[in-house]
């Protein structure tokens, strides 16, 4: 293959990329995307990846991080687990490394691969400071303890 770009390579291998990472997805049988159904996690996947490919095409993660810190908000309130919605960004990820291995050349590998997981490295980031800080906001109650220690003294 001649050399190209990483982002003209993402925006060639779109819908391969996006339908290995659905089928990842649904073999892995996640709670809420199960129920939100294939259309709509199409439909985030699909999100997703075009936040990755003008991460890369502009070099900017501004509106990756903006994204992953929005899309962080939205799953809390939903009520999805940290570890299910990084689940997608991961999905994404080997998704388009495996693209990137098997249609690049060599010489190609490490930038693309280099730009794909820092662009969704900076997104799951983002995502995970964000859940963290919005779960660190509600205030468990306190636990009584008390019988862990009973005969002790």
């Keep these: 293959m001649s050399r190209v ?7 060639r291998e779109r819908e391969p990329i996006l339908q290995a990472a659905a089928e990842s997805l649904g073999r892995m049988h996640v ?12 439909k985030r996947l699909r999100a997703l990846f075009d936040q990755l490919a003008n991460a890369v095409e502009r070099r900017d993660l501004g509106p990756m991080i ?5 899309i962080a908000e939205e ?21 388009s490394w495996s693209r990137v291995l ?21 997104g799951k980031d983002a995502l995970a400071r964000r859940y963290v800080s919005l779960a660190a906001d509600v205030r468990a109650p ?3 303890l008390s019988a862990l220690f009973a005969g002790t003294g």
């Design 142 to 144: 306190s636990l009584d």
């Design 66 to 70: 903006a994204y992953a810190e929005r």
């Design 5 to 11: 770009d990483t982002a003209t390579f993402l925006t």
């Design 102 to 122: 098997t249609e690049l050349d060599p010489a190609q590998l490490s930038e693309a691969l280099g730009l794909i997981s820092t662009v969704l490295g900076a």
């Design 75 to 95: 799953r809390y309130t939903a009520g999805y687990d940290l570890s299910e919605v990084q689940i997608a960004f991961n999905a994404l990820e080997e998704a």
């Design 31 to 42: 709670r809420h995307y199960d129920a939100a159904g294939t259309e709509a996690v199409e």
